[in-house]
């Protein structure tokens, strides 16, 4: 365990990774405000939950090649705490208000996904792994919604309004159609505009996108040099904006046919609670729909994923929220009711793990008829968790090009139009989201929806006030013709 062998590789709000310089393995540790202490056996505890919880879980519903769970490892103290210096000058600023766990000496260790180099993968090319976070892929179905904004506009746009107060491109296009133009306008969208929800890594570095939130994006000039001994340009062109152009339309392409791809089995294509008559709705402030409206064209129609890709196994997860945060908050404060009353079956409720089969099995009941218990309440709490961790995930798609003889590598191929991609395809960021996270989710939609309204109420007044003031008097003239 040499320190000087490991390089800082990114961080969250709960977890710092670091990456072995020659193995294509990483180390991930907890990180915590300094004035919280945990105890190691605490930390080994939520580390062993995280990897059960992939393993018992969403490894059952997405398929077992795209969930890799890793292993608690133990490691010397005196280790962590070298590279807990060697590291800190490369951690962003923003970040540095949490501390990398020195203490316990626990970890995950992982594969490097951003490096994915096995036998037959070519050596004299360096690895591209395009990171993308989905988001929420559908518009909410409940009975249970109020606020009649949500029916009509994605979540994720709404937040950026609050978050940013700018038009963003909306994340929800990738999801419910198979229609690729629908797919390449997203993907053009999310690199122009790649925030934290998009990140490229060539070799394990990453090239574009952004380190942390507050970081600037590169530029696609600056992109396209690195991607073209990927995608070399089919017209020919060695530079300028057509080459570009040219190289950008190459990489949407081939992520395009990933995400459309996928044979993995997984048990989510059971599960289609909000995929009824109607469909998973389009949010109406999607650009490519203001587009389609500016060309006098209607909204593409619904065909829906295949089942086999992971974009569909990933959305059958999320529409596990059954209920909507507007539903569920009540359910979540009969619980409570409950366990103030009986504290000490909260372990017996599984809140906190363990996250075994028993707990999953629970999870297929997709009943919404409430009966009054504790334990409907339960069972769609727990849903709601797994469906808000799924629509928090990073989707990984490592690209290698082939070698000239191939024919042999069991991996899949993705073609581009100068040449041939193997290709495989990881989600990460698979904790469990908190089960005393859900309070605050609550208050957060609210504010998000009301501060939405609001603006878009301030901006329909402000147009109509430009056409016609009902104070003023009108004279209406007739010519003849």
Known sequence: MDENEWGYHGEGNKSLVVAHAQRCVVLRFLKFPPNRK????????????????????????LGENYVHCGEVVQLPLEFVKQLCLKIQSERPESRCDKDLDTLSGYAMCLPNLTRLQTYRFAEHRPILCVEIKPKCGFIPFSSDVTHEMKHKVCRYCMHQHLKVRANAQLMLMLFPFRNKQRMHFALKSLLQEAQNNLKIFKNGELIYGCKDARSPVADWSELAHHLKPFFFPSNGLASGPHCTRAVIRELVHVITRVLLSGSDKGRAGTLSPGLGPQGPRVCEASPFSRSLRCQGKNTPERSGLPKGCLLYKTLQVQMLDLLDIEGLYPLYNRVERYLEEFPEERKTLQIDGPYDEAFYQKLLDLSTEDDGTVAFALTKVQQYRVAMTAKDCSIMIALSPCLQDASS?????????????????????????PYESIPHQYKLDGKIVNYYSKTVRAKDNAVMSTRFKESEDCTLVLHKV
């Open 38 to 61: 945990k105890t190691s056996e605490e930390i080994f505890q939520h580390l062993q939950n995280i990897v059960d919880f992939g393993k018992n879980v969403m490894k059952e519903f």
């Open 409 to 433: 590598d069991q991996r899949p191929v993705v073609p581009s139009s100068r040449s041939r991609f193997a290709f495989s395809v990881s989600v990460l960021d698979l904790d469990l989201k």
